[in-house]
């Protein structure tokens, strides 16, 4: 079973709020930041690291939108906070990010292993795990006040 399609659903909804959102600072600025994350350099010449360097550089080869990125990644805190609990590990957490974010163009082959996608996804929670626990929590807050709004305006009473 291949393990992005877990995220399918929460994928669609990350999209549409990265849409409503787009025009915002935060959103372009994630952008940027995941765009600087698929431009990754190794500092080292370690193997992990230029692994990395290289799984990378076939996203952006094959056509990887740093757009779809942010949005995996909101996809994967969406999912998170629908079930606490079930990465046994920030490792685990890791690699799944790390996963679904190098697996956002077609690899035609290419497979990375664990080492690869932790840091992958420890990279991805640094850059951009702030802004989507933010974006989640403004369209919360949305919701609520047009929840408010609606409430409000089915009391002609008042």
């Known amino acids: 079973m291949d393990k992005t399609n877990l995220f399918d659903p929460q994928l669609a909804v990350a999209r549409r709020y990265m849409q409503l959102y787009g025009d915002r600072k935060a959103t372009v600025a994630a952008v940027e930041l995941a765009r600087s994350v698929m431009h990754y350099r190794a500092s080292t010449p370690l193997g992990s690291d230029v692994k ?7 996203q952006r080869h094959r056509g990887a939108d740093p757009a779809e990125i942010a949005a995996r990644v909101v996809a994967f805190y969406l999912f998170t906070d629908a079930r606490p609990g079930y990465f046994k590990s920030q490792r685990a957490e890791d ?5 679904l974010c ?6 035609a082959g290419h497979r990375y292993n664990a080492t690869v996608y932790s840091a992958a996804g420890d990279m991805i929670r640094s850059h951009l795990g702030v802004f989507a626990l933010t974006l989640i929590k403004k369209v919360g807050a949305d919701a609520e006040r047009v929840a408010q709004l609606k409430a409000q305006s089915a009391n002609l009473e008042a």
């Open 52 to 58: 990395l360097e290289l799984a990378w550089e076939v």
């Open 95 to 99: 690699v799944a990010l790390g996963r």
């Open 102 to 107: 190098l697996h956002s163009a077609p690899l």
